[in-house]
Every structure is written in C-alpha cells, then in structure tokens.
C-alpha cells in the first residue's frame, strides 16, 4: 500500500545532541513537507521541498536541517541550537501543488532528555 | 497570511447525535481545504477535500462544506458514535508550494 513512513516512533535526545528523524514515501509525490505540533498551537511548517535538491523554510525553520536527496525521502535533522525540540513531528507529502490533498505520515515523538 | 481559526475548541455530546464542527478562514483565496482526523499519540488521516470549486463532499456519515466567499466551512458528522472521538483538525491549501495553513483543532468526545 503506498503511503508515508516515519520512523522512530519515539527519540529521545540529549543536551547538545543532533539527531534525524527518517521520513519515506511511495506515493510518487513530488512534494515533502515537515511540521511540528505542540500542545494548543496546531501545526506549524518547518521545512517543504517542491523537487530534488531543493526545500525551502517554513515558519519555524530555526534549529533544523533537511535534505533532498531522492524524491521518496525527507529527513529532517534537528539540530543542537534548537532550544526546545520537544514536541510531535508529523512528514507529509503530496502532488500537483496540493490539488489532490496532502497525506500525512504517523508522526514521531521527539523528547529531550 | 493565511489565518484559520476552529470553533469549538472542545466538543463533548451523547452518542446519536448529530454536531457541526466550524472552520473559518481569513484569505478566500484557497486553492482547497481538507479535514483531517487526529486520534491521539497518531498521524493525521484525511477525511475529506473539498476544491475551491466544490460546494461540499460527503464521506458516509460525514459531510463538508465550503463557501469561499464567507470564508468558511463545516463539518457535519451525522448519528455520532463513541469511535468518532478524536482531534478534528481544518487546513487551507493556497495552491502555493508552502502547503496546508492549519486550524488549531476540534477535540470532540463522544458520551457513549
């Protein structure tokens, strides 16, 4: 069945430390994003790639790395100087800018230890 | 910027009855807008996706509509059950390459 994987399902990350969440799909999607949910704020757009080799920021890009590399993966690196990576990460994909809809991965839960 | 606001944020009904859930949104000019599902600790599942040229979609007991020019939309879930509790979450696509601007969430229950 096509769909989006993520995978941990759970990381746990120290003071200081980088670390990838994996993002893969089989959907044929040209498109990838990554969002982060916290408590009562909804979902808000980290990073977003139209094509391979190319992402653009989102709103909160501050603290994370994503790379491009093959059109059915999107990891997402969060980074040291993120100050407050704890929170639900939820990959997503889609075509056509959208036009069908956009399909959303099971999430990974990041906690700082 | 894109602005989409839910109401009510929290939602608690007897099994059986019928409820709305509201969506609005500040730019009329999306390109879609989708309703997703969020059980906790999980993904988003898709619901329903409504075109900017589409009135409503019907998906067995749920059913949403979209009227651009009030920018709004609702979702009518029909003879509600225990299993429909969940996050219920609205996002606007503008067509951009930016993605989905999301709502903060319905968080409906169910009386059993």
């Known amino acids: 069945d096509g769909g989006i994987t993520q995978s941990p399902k759970y990381l746990f990350r120290k003071e200081g430390q980088n670390v990838t969440l994996s993002c893969e799909q089989n959907?044929?999607?040209?498109?990838m994003y990554w969002y982060r949910q916290d408590p009562g704020q909804g979902l808000r757009l980290i990073y977003y790639?139209?094509?391979?080799?190319?992402?653009q920021k989102g709103d909160i890009a501050e603290g994370y790395s994503v790379s491009r590399e093959k059109k059915e993966s999107f990891p997402l690196t969060v980074t040291s100087a993120q100050k407050n990576p704890t929170a639900f990460y939820l990959c997503?994909?889609?075509?056509?800018?959208?036009?069908?809809?956009?399909?959303f991965g099971s999430g990974t839960r990041l906690t700082v230890v | 910027k894109q602005e989409v606001t839910q109401i009510p944020a929290a939602l608690s009904v007897p099994e059986g009855e019928n409820l709305v859930l509201n969506c609005s949104f500040t730019?009329?000019?999306?390109?879609?807008l989708q309703w997703f599902r969020q059980d906790p600790g999980k993904g988003l599942t898709s619901l329903l996706l409504?075109?900017?040229?589409?009135r409503e979609q019907t998906s067995g007991r749920l059913n949403a509509s979209l009227d651009k020019s009030s920018g709004r939309s609702t979702l009518y879930i029909a003879a509600s059950q225990p299993g429909d509790s969940a996050t219920y979450l609205c996002?606007?696509?503008?067509?951009?390459?930016?993605?989905?601007?999301f709502g903060k969430g319905t968080h409906l229950i169910i009386q059993p």
């Open positions: 790639s139209q094509i391979v080799n190319d992402f």
């Open positions: 997503a994909s889609s075509s056509d800018l959208g036009g069908y809809g956009y399909t």
């Open positions: 959907l044929n999607h040209d498109a």
């Open positions: 409504i075109q900017s040229s589409q």
């Open positions: 996002a606007a696509g503008g067509g951009g390459a930016d993605g989905l601007t």
């Open positions: 730019d009329s000019a999306i390109y879609n």
